[in-house]
């Protein structure tokens, strides 16, 4: 049972490349979601997802896309890297929405810099 | 707006001592309220979840409070060791809030010296 696990643990790009950020959970959890955590903030929510298919905006989406084909997977893609995305992004899962006294399980991060 | 604040910013403690740190929240409406402790390097990991009518809850040498008229949690650490060295972020869910109803606290540092 490997929980939330996400790839890569490290990324440098360069300003107007593209690339993909994995997401995988084994705990069937419905609900999943992508965080950016900046110094000086608390964690801002870009995309989530209440099950597979559905996907929806959260408070910082510009730049980034998101798709749920399987209950498992959450990938979040970078369209075209700015340096304002330099950041370290969490993947985090739940049971499902809705059932507010379950924690939020989160992978270890990818800290992705972008030159 | 749903706003969280922590106090203090940083804190460093001798190993062995006790301390508290702080939560002040203005979510409405409340749902729980979730402290996380984050290792460098790690993803949080969930400590506590407590809701309106819960006001402690203890996860071994954790233990959180909750005031819910004054908005306002706490999460004392008893006879600390070094391991507890961590950021503590503080998270309150608002009842039906949008998207995931989540607001994150940017969290307290707390370093624990031997």
């Known amino acids: 049972n490997a929980g939330v696990t996400q790839t890569p643990k490290f990324q440098v790009l360069k300003t107007g490349q593209s690339m993909t950020l994995q997401c995988a959970q084994d705990m069937n959890h419905e609900y999943m979601s992508w965080y950016r955590q900046d110094p000086g903030m608390g964690l801002r929510l870009i995309h989530y997802s209440v099950g597979a298919g559905i996907t929806d905006q959260g408070e910082v989406p510009n730049g980034y896309n998101v798709s749920r084909s399987t209950t498992e997977d959450f990938p979040l893609r970078l369209l075209s890297a700015a340096p304002s995305q330099t950041s370290v992004y969490f993947c985090?899962?739940?049971?499902?929405?809705?059932?507010?006294?379950?924690?939020?399980?989160f992978g270890d991060g990818t800290r992705l810099s972008i030159l | 707006k749903n706003q969280v604040e922590q106090s203090p910013q940083s804190l460093i403690i001798l190993e062995g001592k006790n301390c508290t740190l702080q939560c002040n929240y203005t979510v409405s409406p409340f749902s729980n309220l979730r402290w996380y402790k984050q290792d460098t390097g790690r993803g949080p990991v969930s400590l506590t979840i407590m809701t309106f009518s819960e006001n402690t809850k203890s996860n071994g040498r954790y233990t959180a409070t909750l005031d819910a008229d004054t908005k306002q949690s706490s999460l004392h650490i008893t006879a600390s060791q070094l391991s507890d060295s961590a950021s503590y972020i503080c998270v309150v869910s608002a009842l039906g809030g949008g998207a995931d109803g989540l607001t994150f606290g940017k969290g307290t540092h707390l370093i624990i010296q031997p």
């Open positions: 985090a899962s739940r049971l499902r929405q809705g059932v507010d006294n379950q924690p939020q399980h």
